[in-house]
């Protein structure tokens, strides 16, 4: 995605495997920045599976059954509960250990060791409460479809609480937007440098997922069916914009569906989805151009 902004301070890094942009009306301290990074050095101790120290892999390997739930535990899980609901099963989050045997691994070796097998049902290995987080067998956790999403909103929280005025944070193209407006091109799954439509968002937060960003081998990408364990073959790409980066970003997953129109519906949500063959669909709200 391409953003036009108006805001005068610009910051970039490396965090979490991908690159990330925060701008503001005016630049952030030493000590501003250094807040956001530990909100993002804990939120990625805690959920990456890339990770040898983080609270995922100590569950995935069974150091560990049950531990103390993260701040992040109940949004992100009950939301997950919502999005299993509406995709008939296909947004899991235990789909860690599935997208491992296509070569997603940890160490990101990008070599499959096995045909695709479906993620265990999730809501018979994992409970959440009273401050605990616990699985009933070892397995791996995967907060992909949503986490980013959340990890965004967690940043955008930090640094309003730091600065005042416009605020764009870029989680490489999940969007959190607060003050003004800012113009947002879809870029095309297939072709970076052309755009498939333009949108303005303002006070929301706008994500996109798409097959050509972490895409391995023949027909192998990030985005699985958790009932097949095989990646979603409908669709191309997604965006979808919500009030939270998390909302948005689950969207963006569900959305690879069937049942993600439906749940942005009942959230109220625009959205736009290329299909694998070209095709362009979007929701009777979407108030942005498709070209």
């Given at each position: 995605?391409?953003a036009?902004?108006?805001?005068?301070?610009?910051?970039?890094?490396?965090?979490?495997g991908t690159?990330?942009?925060?701008?503001?009306?005016?630049?952030?301290?030493?000590a501003?920045?250094?807040?956001?990074?530990?909100?993002?050095?804990?939120?990625?101790?805690?959920?990456?599976?890339f990770?040898?120290d983080?609270?995922?892999?100590a569950?995935?390997?069974?150091?560990?059954?049950?531990?103390?739930?993260p701040?992040?535990?109940?949004?992100?899980?009950?939301?997950?509960?919502?999005?299993?609901?509406?995709?008939?099963?296909?947004?899991?989050?235990?789909?860690?250990d599935?997208?491992?045997?296509?070569?997603?691994?940890?160490?990101?070796?990008?070599?499959?060791?096995?045909?695709?097998?479906?993620?265990?049902?999730?809501?018979?290995?994992?409970?959440?409460?009273?401050?605990?987080?616990?699985?009933?067998?070892?397995?791996t956790?995967?907060?992909?479809?949503?986490?980013?999403?959340?990890?965004?909103?967690?940043?955008?929280?930090?640094?309003?609480?730091?600065?005042?005025?416009?605020?764009?944070?870029?989680?490489?193209?999940?969007l959190?937007?607060?003050?003004?407006?800012?113009?947002?091109?879809?870029?095309?799954?297939?072709d970076?440098?052309?755009?498939?439509?333009?949108?303005?968002?303002?006070?929301?937060?706008?994500?996109?997922?798409?097959?050509?960003?972490?895409?391995?081998?023949?027909?192998?990408h990030?985005?699985?069916?958790?009932?097949?364990?095989?990646?979603?073959?409908?669709?191309?790409?997604?965006?979808?914009?919500?009030?939270?980066?998390?909302?948005?970003?689950?969207?963006?997953?569900a959305?690879?569906f069937?049942?993600?129109?439906?749940?942005?519906?009942?959230?109220?949500?625009?959205?736009?989805?290329?299909?694998?063959?070209?095709?362009?669909?979007?929701?009777?709200?979407?108030?942005?151009?498709?070209?």
């Amino acid at each position: 995605m391409t953003a036009a902004t108006t805001t005068d301070s610009v910051w970039t890094f490396e965090a979490i495997g991908t690159a990330w942009t925060i701008e503001t009306a005016r630049p952030l301290s030493a000590a501003d920045r250094r807040a956001v990074a530990h909100v993002v050095d804990g939120f990625d101790r805690e959920w990456s599976r890339f990770r040898e120290d983080s609270l995922v892999s100590a569950l995935a390997d069974g150091r560990v059954a049950s531990a103390e739930a993260p701040e992040d535990t109940d949004a992100m899980l009950a939301l997950y509960d919502e999005l299993d609901v509406a995709t008939h099963g296909a947004v899991n989050p235990l789909v860690g250990d599935s997208l491992a045997r296509l070569g997603y691994d940890a160490r990101l070796t990008l070599a499959p060791w096995g045909a695709p097998q479906p993620a265990p049902d999730w809501r018979d290995v994992v409970t959440w409460g009273s401050g605990i987080l616990s699985l009933s067998h070892p397995a791996t956790l995967d907060v992909g479809a949503l986490g980013k999403g959340r990890l965004v909103d967690r940043v955008l929280e930090t640094v309003r609480a730091a600065v005042d005025g416009d605020v764009v944070v870029d989680g490489s193209g999940d969007l959190a937007i607060r003050g003004a407006p800012v113009r947002i091109g879809l870029e095309h799954p297939y072709d970076p440098t052309r755009a498939i439509g333009l949108v303005e968002v303002r006070d929301a937060a706008l994500c996109a997922s798409a097959i050509t960003r972490r895409a391995w081998g023949e027909g192998l990408h990030h985005v699985l069916d958790a009932r097949t364990g095989a990646p979603a073959q409908a669709y191309a790409a997604t965006w979808a914009i919500a009030d939270t980066a998390m909302r948005a970003d689950a969207l963006a997953t569900a959305l690879f569906f069937d049942g993600g129109p439906h749940l942005a519906a009942a959230w109220d949500a625009p959205w736009v989805r290329m299909s694998t063959d070209g095709r362009v669909e979007w929701s009777p709200g979407f108030e942005g151009e498709i070209f």
